[in-house]
């Protein structure tokens, strides 16, 4: 059960709408990836695993860090996240547009690590910014709802994308994930913007 009154904060409200346009960035991504890995690449899951290994690397090197960092700069966090996945995407998008299934699997790690990073400071950092715009007495309540917001954006994300991905398969496992990775770009862009409507800190006495 969720306490309707932790809605009427306005940071909450577009934390949460935040939350579902950023979520596809995740879920989605590691099923088209996976699919074009294994059935346009031709491999298995043990080394699909190891192209997966490259987003694993940057969310790392960013995750680490990024609980200071949102203490420090609050809402830029999420919207440096933001830049850094939507350049991720669009780097992805344009490779893959270019080499299709061919070339070496190397060309799509600069995109994939770039998407990593984002991935690294952004989850986090828009929790962390949700939960401040709460009222202290119903952050429990808004926490509830951000991680029902984070479920939905996942199904709808493996949904939505998916449509379009399999859609597009005809043209090519290729062109699929190059249109698919475009979209998610998009979103990404529309995070950012999100994010500059949120709090300047991540502290609720700010």
């Given amino acids: 059960m969720f306490e309707p009154v932790a809605f009427a904060s306005r940071n909450v409200r577009i934390g949460l709408v935040a939350m579902l346009l950023y979520q596809p960035s995740q879920a989605s991504l590691y099923l088209i990836l996976a699919l074009y890995l294994q059935q346009g690449r031709g491999l298995g899951p043990v080394a699909s695993g190891l192209v997966f290994g490259i987003l694993a690397a940057g969310y790392l090197i960013t995750l680490l860090p990024t609980p200071g960092l949102i203490h ?11 830049i850094v996945l939507a350049a991720g995407f669009v780097v992805l998008s ?17 995109g994939l690590f770039l998407i990593g990073l984002g991935q690294g400071f952004g989850l986090n950092s828009l929790v962390t910014l949700i939960v401040a715009g709460a009222d202290p007495e119903h952050v429990a309540s808004a926490a509830g709802v951000q991680a029902t ?16 991905f399999f859609g597009l398969v005809d043209h090519g496992l290729g062109a699929a994930f190059a249109v698919s990775a475009a979209i998610l770009a998009g979103l990404m862009i529309i995070v950012g ?14």
């Fill in 193 to 206: 913007l999100l994010a500059g409507l949120l709090p300047a800190s991540s502290s609720r006495a700010s």
């Fill in 149 to 164: 917001v984070q479920q939905v954006g996942s199904a709808l994300g493996v949904a939505v994308i998916g449509v379009v």
């Fill in 72 to 82: 420090r700069f609050g809402r830029r966090v999420l919207m440096a996240a933001a």
């Fill in 94 to 110: 344009a490779t893959l547009a270019g080499i299709g299934t061919g070339d070496s699997i190397i060309a799509l790690l600069p």
